[in-house]
T-cell receptor, first 113, second 112 residues
């Protein structure tokens, strides 16, 4: 069975550029989560969706960050414009429901120069 | 939301020995789940084990077991017969009616 698929695996771009991270959750999972992980702040929940609807976006750091889930099999996290402090590993995870075990993708390692 | 506390920043264990990683939680939800994840140096987050608050028995998955003590609000991970490949960060997480929250992690190093 395919797990959570994230793309790209690595992204290096210059500050000010738009960055789009993509995620395909496990089929049948109704909840999707976006996390950011850094050495300084650990694992932070940015936003999560239930049945494609954003439920809690209180972790989104600024208006430069936006996330969408147009259908049950696809989600994007967009940063526009990007800044060096956005450099981190971004994980997508999915689960059957919001309080069930989450399965993580391999992450996107983002470097903003 | 649930609060997860991991008080051991780092742990060492001799290969083939058992080790316990501590986790306490605080929630007012009557129904909740507790999980453990492993993050090796390669970076992926690997789901290890799940315990539901109404489960009568402690969860086990191979060499992993969850020592669930509801009255003490603890959900410690026990790894038996440690292997060098167990060296990693371990995260405890919990979720009730609201989103899952993660602890700050414990770094486990297995010594040959």
């Amino acid at each position: 069975d395919a797990g959570v698929i994230q793309s790209p695996r690595h992204e290096v771009t210059e500050m000010g550029q738009e960055v789009t991270l993509r995620c395909k959750p496990i089929s049948g999972h109704n909840s999707l989560f976006w996390y950011r992980q850094t050495m300084m702040r650990g694992l932070e929940l940015l936003i999560y969706f239930n049945n494609n609807v954003p439920i809690d976006d209180s972790g989104m750091p600024e208006d430069r960050f936006s996330a969408k889930m147009p259908n049950a099999s696809f989600s994007t996290l967009k940063i526009q414009p990007s800044e060096p402090r956005d450099s981190a590993v971004y994980f997508c995870a999915s689960s059957f429901s919001e309080n069930q075990p989450q399965h993580f993708g391999d992450g996107t390692r983002l470097s903003i120069l | 939301a649930q609060k997860i506390t991991q008080t051991q920043p780092g742990m060492f264990v001799q290969e083939k020995e058992a080790v316990t990683l501590d986790c306490t939680y605080d929630t007012s939800d009557p129904s909740y789940g507790l999980f453990w994840y492993k993050q090796p140096s390669s970076g992926e987050m690997i789901f290890l084990i799940y315990q539901g608050s109404y489960d009568q028995q402690n969860a086990t998955e191979g060499r992993y077991s969850l020592n669930f003590q509801k009255a003490r609000k603890s959900a410690n991970l026990v790894i038996s017969a440690s292997q060098l490949g167990d060296s990693a960060m371990y995260f405890c997480a919990g979720g009730g009616y609201q989103k899952v929250t993660f602890g700050i992690g414990t770094k486990l190093q297995v010594i040959p």
